[in-house]
């Protein structure tokens, strides 16, 4: 199917723990995002990537790590599983990464316990 | 530094009323992109509009509009005749030049929610 996945949807991990969020969209957009949704805080960057082997950090991104080998995938990864990082996350992708509507993936719900 | 100012936390209104959604946005940057997203509680993100800093021409769609203001820097969002469905979280964003794509700056949201 066309569009932008992100998997698993819901995930409970506990802390100190290594867990991965993916994300495959189909469009062969350039640029991906990470954004994390916190009540009061609205959504903040995480990490975004321009290209293939090209990412950069953004407003909130310590104790996550990404990669992009691959052109439709993005992963995320939290090494270390923190309390603080219990939120929901949207992978986003769009053509050129500025002035253009960015699609959202249907979001993970991460619980660290 | 960009920042998007969604005063209005929560709103409540009585089906078939009209509401306006405020957003104010700061940046130094003259070139930039502004954009209305709406999250239905099934929790996705679903885009409704973009405008663009040159472009201060409001726009209606259906029972949609929007008011673009660069003078005070505002960009505010008008549903006429609100509907149940129109219940939702509506985050304002911000995305500007810079000399690269920095993603998105979001406002925090405003609850709307449409009493039948």
């Known amino acids: 199917d066309a569009g932008i996945t992100q998997s698993p949807r819901y995930k409970i991990t506990e802390t100190g723990r290594q867990v991965t969020l993916m994300c495959h969209q189909t469009w062969s957009h350039s640029y991906m995002f990470w954004y994390r949704q916190d009540l009061g805080h609205g959504l903040r960057l995480i990490y975004y990537?321009?290209?293939?082997?090209?990412?950069d950090k953004g407003e909130v991104p310590d104790g996550y790590v990404v990669s992009r080998s691959k052109t439709e995938n993005f992963p995320l990864t939290l090494e270390s599983a923190t309390r603080s990082q219990t939120s929901v996350y949207f992978c986003?992708?769009?053509?050129?990464?500025?002035?253009?509507?960015?699609?959202f993936g249907q979001g993970t719900r991460l619980t660290v316990v | 530094a960009q920042k998007v100012t969604q005063a209005q936390t929560e709103i409540s209104v009585v089906e078939k009323e009209d509401v306006t959604l405020d957003c104010v946005y700061e940046t130094r940057d003259t070139t930039y992109y502004l954009f209305w997203y709406k999250q239905p509680p099934s929790g996705e993100l679903v885009f409704l509009i973009r405008?663009?800093?040159?472009?201060?021409q409001n726009e209606i769609s259906g029972r949609y509009s929007w008011n673009f203001q660069k003078s005070t820097s505002s960009f505010n969002f008008t549903i006429t005749a609100s509907q149940v469905v129109d219940s939702a979280v509506y985050f304002c964003a911000l995305e500007y030049s810079g000399g690269g794509a920095d993603g998105l700056t979001f406002g925090k949201g405003t609850h709307l929610i449409i009493q039948p």
């Open positions: 986003a992708s769009s053509e050129t990464g500025y002035g253009t509507e960015a699609f």
């Open positions: 405008r663009n800093s040159f472009d201060e």
């Open positions: 990537s321009a290209a293939a082997d090209i990412t």
